[in-house]
């Protein structure tokens, strides 16, 4: 027959913080996991023990809280050794939880035995601090509740790896996620306790052992509650000054690969700089070195990209630089290195291959490239020009190998732009033969180098000279006369053709103030523009104030563009154009009918003439269907009202042919060479008018 027990009852401000701590220490047993798993070396040691230190305390404090929180009608008191055995009980079995969830990965079978291992810890804890009460003559234990008691601990320590593994590195909505877990697992470990609670019974006229030798339970719930509170409070402190530190710590390692990337890497493009490109193309060359393979690599300089840049401004110039980053990266493969070396340079290192990928890939780019560019409202066209340089054959080192590219390239600008040329070795000495002659054209114009002759232009009906051509000349020093084929396209290339056209348009103003002077007011003067000048914002400005200079009425100068020139950003060139033109200042299309010119601009142009190429005049009698073309251009300007200039007229029979066509003015070898201004006028004077 079962005695009779004891009647018992719980204070419900105790049970509440029992509940609370075992919540509380759920979480803080969630956060600490976060550190140990992100820890390495001392720091993870450290974390590890002062979390065992704080789950245990926590968990053991929920135990003897809820203990604290059992009543019966005897004084009871808790034996110090078997308390402490509990609390170590506590933190061991945190400790090994702890230890468990923070490995690279958590099997199935180690969350099984991890929960074994910890529920019977957890279950020692309660049943050691419940057997410090020394309770005589025994606690009896409800069989049934003392096993699901045990099975429960199991079942919580499973439950709580599991969560605990899972929420380890969770960063999006953490503290959400973790207070919920937080209160399953706090709600599985009160279920444990107070199972364990439920199955103990204490027979009539038991006594508690550890009433004098033991701890007081009335102030000691108190110290408990405060001391645990406390504990938590810190804990979850440095775990959030830890969180803080971890999130410093990562924005500066963000911020250190940041810096380390914009050090490598260009900061428009984003392509690496000449810096990464150099450390790779030496791998490249190791490699290569090792099994004797080739590789190519690729100098590419857009065709008129200062062009555009002054044109439409610095922003769409770099947006155009970004579209066609994009379409190299387009055609890169995985083994392929691109790299931004200077401002609309590019450097390409390609693949080991043979020359058949190279040509294929350099003709690949050049359609690419050669696409139009839609950049805000905008249609742009731009081409560019390749050099190809082949190690080992060209170079065994990056300066060999992009000094080689690079002449290839400029041969390639030379040749007429957007094309591809291999490296030869004849391309160095010109190079270097270019190189030096650019030098000297920055010191020519200051050096008195350079100088204008003019020749002549000639009513076609009756020879009388109508106006002329300013033709720029340079005397080199040493290299005596210069081909202006030579120099021109590097003065453009360097821009050098802007201060030095300026200088042509006031120096020809001032020999047109002479000849007026001398009585030649039906004379005009022809000046020819370059792309870039036609594109320089200075260029009104500066033709204003060479007229005001030499009190010129405008309508003595004509500047001439080419018709490519003029077509190739028609709308600007129009703007620009109609500035000159409400200037008084006549404007000549030249070379026309070997360009893309559009009618419709060209009725919109505001030109006074029209030059026809000397292409179509060197042809005039050969073949009728040069004749036909003239014929058809002289109509067509005709009819837009302009005035019809032939070039390059060197025969009779040229001559005779473009006056029967009618044309209005004619020039070339045949009537006039270009010549010095002191000799013009002689000239003109032997020459009062051509026989018909």
Known sequence: MTPPMLSSYYSQDLVFFSILVAVLASYTALNMTSRVSQSQGRA????????????????????????????????????????????????????????????????????????????????????????????????????????????????????????????????????????????????????????????????????CGA?????????????????TLTVFAVALILSMLDVQNARLSSSLHQAHDELVKLALHDSLTRLPNRLLFADRLEQSIKRCQHSRQRFALLFLDLDGFKIINDAHGHHTGDLLLLEVTERIKGLLGSSDTASRFGGDEFLLALAPGDMAQTRLFAERLLAEIARPYQLEHHSLHITVSIGIAIYPDDGTSLHELTLNADAAMYYAKERGRNDYYFFDSAMNANAHQQFLLQQDLGYALERGEL???????????????????????????????????????????????????????????????????????????????????????????????????????AHHLTLEITESTAMENAEESLLILNRLAE?????????????????????????????????????????????????????????????????????????????????????????????????????CTGHEALPA
């Open 44 to 207: 993870a040691a450290l974390w590890l023990t002062g979390g065992a230190f704080a789950m245990g305390f926590g968990i053991w404090s929920m135990h003897f809280i809820g203990m604290l929180a059992f009543k019966l009608p005897i004084a009871l008191g808790y034996d110090l050794t078997l308390t402490g055995l509990s609390f170590i009980a506590a933190v061991g079995s945190s400790a090994f939880a702890l230890w468990l969830v923070s490995r690279a990965t958590l099997p199935l079978s180690h969350i099984a035995g991890g929960a074994l291992l910890m529920g019977v810890g957890i279950a020692a804890m309660h049943y050691i601090g419940m057997a410090a009460m020394m309770i005589t003559p025994g606690i009896h234990y409800l069989p049934g509740l003392f096993a699901l008691s045990i099975l429960i601990a199991v079942l919580a320590s499973g439950a709580a790896l599991w969560i605990a593994f899972r929420l380890r590195d969770r960063t999006q909505r953490a503290f959400f996620s973790k207070a919920l877990a937080s209160l399953v697992m706090g709600v599985a470990i009160i279920g444990m306790h107070y199972t364990g609670m439920a199955a103990a019974e204490f027979p009539i006229g038991s006594l």
């Open 583 to 683: 200037l008084g200042v006549k404007i000549s299309i030249d070379d026309f009918g070997t360009g893309y010119s559009s009618l419709l601009y060209l009725k919109r142009f505001p030109a006074n003439e029209l030059k026809i190429d000397k292409g179509f005049v060197t042809s005039l009698g050969q073949t009728g269907e040069d004749a036909a073309i003239v014929s058809a251009i002289i109509a067509l300007g005709h009819t837009l009202g302009m005035r019809i200039v032939a070039e390059g007229v060197e025969t009779a029979q040229q001559r005779a042919l473009l006056v029967r066509l009618g044309c209005d003015t004619l020039q070339g070898y045949l009537l006039g060479r270009p010549m010095p201004a002191d000799n013009l006028l002689a000239h």
């Open 451 to 553: 100088a204008l002759h003019y020749q002549p232009k000639y009513g076609a009906q009756d020879g009388q000279v109508v106006g002329v051509e300013a033709l720029l000349r340079w005397q080199h020093p040493v290299h005596g006369a210069i081909s202006p084929a030579s120099f021109l396209p590097l003065a453009e290339k360097t821009r050098l053709i802007i201060p030095i056209g300026n200088w042509v348009i006031d120096e020809a103003c001032r020999q047109m103030r002479i000849w007026l002077a001398a009585g030649h007011d039906q004379w005009s003067l022809a000046v020819n523009l370059s792309t870039i000048q036609l594109a320089s914002p200075g260029l009104l400005g500066v033709v204003e104030e060479a007229l005001h200079r030499h009190r010129l009425e």
């Open 211 to 227: 009433l004098y030798t033991g701890l007081d339970a009335q102030w000691l719930a108190l110290v408990v509650i405060v001391v």
